[in-house]
């Protein structure tokens, strides 16, 4: 099956930095990569999402790359907020087949001290 | 537009026990999954449904089960709890055969003593 590693587990940065999380994937069939963003006491919320066959896509100060041979994708946070502060997961699916089952990496705890 | 909705919010059971969570989706959506969160696991798929059938299981044992309603809604088992079945079990909706954005409720923490 499908097996997502994500990096690092913590991130430290300064207000107003970039933040950037990495993500690697296994299955080579994987189509769909969401980001979602946890917060304390709430469901994970879907910030953004890539396909792919698309190699990168942006929301305002939110981006995702993908490198579809390289079987890795990133996300990037720019001029963070200490409201970005929050558990950050990657995940991996295939839609070719019916069904909607997602495999998540580890989580990344982003912490922007102001 | 009302969220994915879960209740009840916190659970305390013993051992042994059973328990059953229930989750409404999104007015409109017909695809409804399941996901155990812990600190040692991370977030793991349980089973998946849509319109009435179960489409994907995940790797756990036969004690978990669920099931969907013609209305959509969705409610998941545990039998015979154990206390590793301690978690955060998340419901989340979309809208149906090849939607793939999930959308998360704020899930029901069980805690097994």
């Known amino acids: 099956g499908e097996n997502v590693e994500q990096h690092p587990s913590t991130l430290s940065v300064q207000e107003g930095d970039s933040a950037v999380i990495k993500c690697t994937y296994s299955?080579?069939?994987?189509?769909?990569f969401p980001w979602y963003k946890q917060e304390l006491g709430k469901g994970p919320q879907l910030i953004i999402d890539?396909?792919?066959?698309?190699g990168e896509k942006k929301d305002q100060r939110i981006a995702v790359t993908l490198n579809k041979t390289a079987k890795h994708f990133s996300l990037h946070i720019t001029e963070t907020q200490p409201e970005d502060s929050a558990v950050y997961f990657c995940?991996?699916?295939?839609?070719?087949?019916?069904?909607?089952?997602?495999?998540f990496g580890g989580g990344t705890r982003l912490m922007v001290k102001p | 537009k009302a969220g994915v909705t879960q209740t009840p919010r916190y659970l305390i059971k013993t051992r042994g026990q059973q328990v059953t969570l229930s989750c409404s989706p999104i007015?409109?959506?017909?695809?409804v999954s399941w996901y155990q969160q812990t600190p040692g696991q991370g977030l793991q798929f349980l089973f998946e449904?849509?319109?009435?059938?179960?489409?994907n299981k995940g790797n756990f044992p036969g004690r978990f089960s669920g099931r969907q309603f013609s209305n959509s809604r969705s409610e998941m088992n545990v039998s015979t709890l154990e206390l590793g079945d301690s978690a955060l079990y998340l419901c989340?909706?979309?809208?149906?055969?090849?939607?793939?954005?999930?959308?998360f409720g704020s899930g029901t923490q069980l805690s097994v003593l």
């Open positions: 299955d080579s069939a994987s189509n769909y």
């Open positions: 989340a909706s979309s809208l149906g055969r090849h939607n793939e954005k999930l959308f």
């Open positions: 890539i396909r792919s066959n698309v």
């Open positions: 007015s409109g959506h017909r695809s």
């Open positions: 995940a991996a699916a295939s839609f070719n087949n019916a069904g909607n089952m997602l495999t």
């Open positions: 449904y849509f319109s009435e059938t179960q489409r």
